[in-house]
């Protein structure tokens, strides 16, 4: 049984940065892809980056790309996202979640309010 | 980039009808197509991918169809714990799209 815990969310400031951690259990880490989805107020969920399960490709949305990285340790089964220049419409609850072209499990989300 | 266009925004429905949910996507791409069921205050859980097959544990009344750029999420009686947001997903090329979701709500 796949178990995803966010940690690191909080408020932030606008133009601060933040990084945020997943610790995955119950999976083998390192034969899964991993995403991160985020879901501002009231809204739907919207996709944020892959990183392949070597870790050796990522891939972002425009509406994040040049501002948000991706990055994994597979030794200690850890996914982890550092968020720069963060805006006010970047507030959300922030997901990981495991898989390649469906998202198969998911974390309880850690939320992350840009704020001044 | 694909937009995955979903409707209706919101069912009323009564427990033991037939629901069924669209998605729409504005360009042909993979059938990578799965859908997701969000109660409030919890993160979603997939139910279907590659547009039929349902993932582990999830009750035989629910079930996904279509190709192309029309796809469908049928429950087929619906129970109690069952109202819910739905959302679709697609897969292209390392990047994934959400449908904006249908509530699916008690009449």
């Known amino acids: 049984q796949v178990h995803l815990v966010e940690s690191g969310g909080g408020v932030v400031r606008p133009g601060g940065s933040l990084r945020l951690s997943c610790a995955a259990s119950?999976?083998?880490?390192?034969?899964?892809?991993m995403h991160w989805v985020r879901q501002a107020p009231g809204k739907g969920l919207e996709w944020v980056a892959i990183?392949?399960?070597?870790?050796?490709?990522?891939y972002y949305s425009d509406s994040v790309k040049g501002r948000f990285t991706i990055s994994r340790d597979n030794s200690k089964n850890t996914l982890y996202l550092q968020m720069n220049s963060l805006r006010p419409e970047d507030t959300a609850i922030y997901y990981c979640?495991?898989?390649?072209?469906?998202?198969?499990?998911w974390g309880q989300g850690t939320l992350v309010t840009v704020s001044s | 980039e694909t937009v995955l266009t979903q409707s209706p925004a919101t069912l009323s429905m009564s427990p033991g009808e037939r629901v069924t949910l669209s998605c729409r996507a504005s360009?042909?791409?993979?059938?990578?197509l799965a859908w997701y069921q969000q109660k409030p205050g919890q993160a979603p859980r997939l139910l279907i991918y590659?547009?039929?097959t349902r993932a582990t544990g999830i009750p035989a009344r629910f079930s996904g169809s279509g190709s192309g750029t029309e796809f469908t999420l049928t429950i087929s009686s619906l129970q109690p714990e069952d109202f819910a947001m739905y959302y679709c997903?697609?897969?292209?090329?390392?990047?994934?799209?959400f449908g904006g979701g249908t509530k699916v709500d008690l009449k």
């Open positions: 979640a495991n898989g390649y072209r469906e998202l198969e499990g």
């Open positions: 119950g999976i083998i880490f390192s034969t899964y892809a």
């Open positions: 990183i392949r399960n070597d870790g050796g490709y990522e």
């Open positions: 360009q042909r791409g993979s059938s990578d």
């Open positions: 590659g547009a039929s």
């Open positions: 997903q697609r897969y292209d090329d390392w990047s994934l799209t």
